[in-house]
Structures are given as structure tokens and as C-alpha cells.
């Protein structure tokens, strides 16, 4: 949260509520947003460090709000976030596990395993072609974000099969 | 297009029951066991995926259903009525009435305008002339393929020619639609296309049997069977709920 937040802030100052919503439109309903609180908790952090500096306004009528503008070293924080790639995904490891160890347990059965995994994944799967039906086709990160997730989860299910594929039979 | 899908009064013979299917290819080399002994209903309304590898022996299982191939054991009945003695001038007639096909590669006639690869096997079923016309322009307004009555084929792009063929496979109202790998030689938008017009039929009461490795095209249907190696695998419902909490936003949260 806190780059999305520095990211956000690079356009000009804001509050708290302002950025939210920035996410919101960006993101779509497709992302699950995270509470006001959660961003007013980063902001405080960020502006601890120095990333951003924070100012008072006085409303008559409501409580004050606090208006935050990025500085200079979060600007630079920001340019070092770009730079850098981002990791690569990770094999789902828990399962990875069960699979690898239910034999030695006998408490488990390997195909039972990814039978079960694989429904889990199909459902989801399915909530995610339904979301993305719904979602707003003109909002192109919102539609990319479903799509990537829908891909991760084909990955998923590919490996799932060929799990299947050298494991049938085994037992 | 009218036929709507009632649970309640959906007789209770499943549309389509295989019962101890089996099939072995023998070409050069080893026999290939394409099917080994498959158990399959689809009742009416159902959208159905078959998925697996390749060479699992899902397309063998869908030609088996649609009567391009012959089961060496095992037995076929749509509606009830057994067909395992239908000949193959009969099964072409079903193709015609009862059951649609769609395959990966399209098979649309290709000296045809897109109008005539519509109407030709509504007319060879015995519908008029004018009737025909009306339905293929039904179809082809429905599946956004309005200008295009008069193209060839190979006019099109590779999502547009499966829509005709879809067009051409729903023109007699069949009462399965058998799909084969149908997104198999699209990308990922004529892909996302075919879901949505197949989740629309089915929608409207159209009873679906699909055939795809792709676990996107098969997450629009609300069972499926997972084939593996001439069997089946497993055999789920979808649309549960997640059994575990993260589900969707799991999937969908942005890390930092």
C-alpha cells in the first residue's frame, strides 16, 4: 500500500478520503479495497519517514483534515520503485507440500488431493469470469487485473494436471 | 431461441447418457485406449466441460456422443431412446435435428457465402426456404455478424468464422450443442467472445457439452468433468462457494 499511495500523491496533494477513491476508480470493483483506515495508518507511517509531509486544514463545519504532498525523498523512493522489477510469482507451496508428503502420512490420497484443489480453482476461476462480466469493459486496468489473475490460475490448473498426469497410477 | 430451461418441468431422462463407453484407436504403433469405460449424463439445460489434457481422449469421447465415431462397446441414448443401432444416415439426420456440432477448425464450407453455410443444413432438414432465411438472420444479427451474410469464409477472422459455425450449428434449434476445443485456434479475445456467447445460450436453456483444455472456457460451464487418460477423473458442480476463505480476493490483492 505504501508506493500505491506515494504513486497516487505524485499527481498533487490529497487526503486521506481523495486517495481512496483515486484507488477505487483506478482499480475497479474488481479490487478488494482496502478500509480507510488501513490508508490513514499508512499515511502516518509514510509521513513519519519522510516519504510525504502533512498539513492541517481547518473546516469549519466538520473536523480538520489533513492534506498530504509527497517530498523530495519520496519522489526519489517513488523513481527506486520503478526501477526495480518486481519478483516472480511463487509455486502455491502449502499444497505443494501436502502433495509431496501424503504418501508418507497415509492419511491422504495425492489425486484425492488434486481433485479437490482443482474444484477449489475451477470455482474460482468461474468468479472471476463472472467479475469480469460485470466489471466495466472500458475500464482497461480493472479488466487486465481479472486477467491476470485468471491466467495465474490457468498456470495453477495446468500444473495441476500435470501433477495428475505423472502421479496416476503411482500409488 | 425461445426455449427456456425450467428445472421443474425438465423431464427427468437425461438428454444425453453414455453408459460403459469404450474406444481404442488402432493405427501404427501400440493401440491408443482413447476411451476406457466412460459413465457420462447430461441432463437438460446443463452446460457441461469435459477437460484434460490433450490426448486424453475428450475430443474421441465428443465424437463418440456425436455419432462420428462408433463406441466398440458401450451404450449411447439421447432422450432416452437407445441409438446404438442407428445407422449412419441416421446419425447424420440427428446432427441435423437433435444435436449441433462445433469444432476447433470451424469446417465451414468454404466456396459458400457465410448466409448459405447457415441456412444450407436448415433447408436439408426440411425447413422452407423463407423460414431458413429468417433464422439465419436471426442468428447472425444475435451473434453480431450482420454485414457479413454475404462474405466467404475466408473473408473472415478466425473469431468470426466460429460465430457462423455457431450460427450454422443453432439454425435447426438443436437440442445439444456439442462443442470441441472451439477457442482452440482463437486468441484471447475471440476466445473471451465464444464464452460469452456460449454462457448466453446456455443461459437461455441450451443444453451444452464442451470439450476444451483451457480452464477459462471451461469455468463458464456449471459441471466439470475432468478427463484423464481415457477415464474420468473427477466430475464437479461449480458454483459453490469457495470452500476456503480467500477466494476471490486472494486471488485479486495487490501485494506490496
Not at chain 1, 41 to 57: F, N, P, Y
Not at chain 1, 83 to 105: G, I, N, Q, S, Y
Not at chain 2, 42 to 51: N, Y
Not at chain 2, 189 to 211: C, D, N, P, W
Amino acid at each position: 500500500m505504501r508506493l500505491p499511495l506515494l504513486a497516487l500523491l505524485s499527481r498533487g496533494p490529497a487526503h486521506g478520503y481523495e486517495l481512496k477513491q483515486d484507488l477505487e476508480q483506478l482499480l475497479g470493483a474488481a479490487y478488494p479495497q482496502p478500509n480507510i483506515g488501513q490508508i490513514y495508518v499508512t499515511l502516518g507511517r509514510l509521513e513519519k519517514s519522510g516519504l510525504i509531509e502533512g498539513e492541517e486544514i481547518a473546516q469549519s463545519s466538520r473536523p480538520n483534515k489533513r492534506i498530504y504532498r509527497l517530498t523530495e525523498a519520496g519522489t526519489e523512493a517513488l523513481r527506486a520503485w520503478f526501477e526495480e522489477t518486481a519478483d516472480e510469482p511463487r509455486v502455491r507451496d502449502e499444497f505443494f507440500m501436502k502433495l509431496a508428503l501424503a504418501p508418507r502420512t497415509g492419511l491422504a490420497d495425492q489425486i484425492a488431493l488434486i481433485n479437490k484443489q482443482r474444484r477449489e480453482y475451477l470455482n474460482t476461476m468461474r468468479n472471476l469470469s463472472k467479475l469480469s462480466a460485470t466489471e466495466d469493459r472500458d475500464n482497461r486496468i480493472a479488466q487486465l487485473l481479472i486477467e491476470g489473475a485468471m491466467l495465474h490460475l490457468q498456470a495453477d490448473l495446468d500444473w495441476l494436471e500435470r501433477c495428475q498426469e505423472e502421479l496416476e497410477g503411482l500409488e | 431461441m425461445s426455449r427456456t430451461a425450467d428445472p421443474d418441468d425438465a423431464p427427468r431422462i437425461p438428454l444425453l447418457r453414455a453408459e460403459g463407453l469404450v474406444k481404442t484407436h488402432y493405427g501404427e504403433g501400440a493401440p491408443a485406449h482413447a476411451v476406457r469405460g466412460v459413465d457420462l449424463s447430461v441432463r437438460h439445460g446443463e452446460f457441461v466441460a469435459v477437460t484434460g489434457p490433450s490426448g486424453a481422449g475428450k475430443s474421441t469421447l465428443l465424437h463418440l456422443l456425436g455419432g462420428l465415431q462408433r463406441p466398440d462397446s458401450g451404450s449411447i441414448r439421447l432422450d432416452g431412446e437407445c441409438t446404438d443401432s442407428y445407422s449412419e444416415a441416421r446419425w447424420a439426420t440427428e446432427r441435423r435435428r437433435r444435436i449441433g456440432i462445433v469444432f476447433q477448425f470451424f469446417n465451414l464450407v468454404s466456396n459458400l457465402t457465410v448466409a448459405d453455410n447457415v441456412e444450407l443444413p436448415a433447408l436439408l432438414a426440411g425447413t422452407g426456404t423463407r423460414q431458413a432465411r429468417a433464422e439465419r438472420e436471426k442468428l447472425l444479427a444475435e451473434l453480431g455478424l450482420e454485414g457479413k451474410a454475404r462474405s466467404m469464409p475466408g473473408e473472415l477472422s478466425g473469431g468470426e468464422q466460429q460465430r457462423v459455425a455457431l450460427a450454422r450449428a443453432l439454425v435447426n434449434h438443436p437440442r445439444l450443442l456439442l462443442a470441441d476445443e472451439p477457442a482452440g485456434s482463437l486468441d484471447s479475445k475471440g476466445t473471451r467472445e465464444v464464452m460469452r456467447l456460449l454462457s448466453r445460450f446456455h443461459q437461455r436453456g441450451q443444453t451444452i457439452l464442451l470439450v476444451t483444455h483451457d480452464a477459462r472456457l471451461a469455468s463458464a460451464a456449471d459441471r466439470v468433468v475432468s478427463f484423464f487418460d481415457g477415464r474420468i477423473a473427477d466430475d464437479a458442480e461449480l458454483g459453490g462457494a469457495p470452500a476456503r476463505g480467500t477466494g476471490l480476493s486472494g486471488v485479486l490483492e495487490l501485494k506490496d
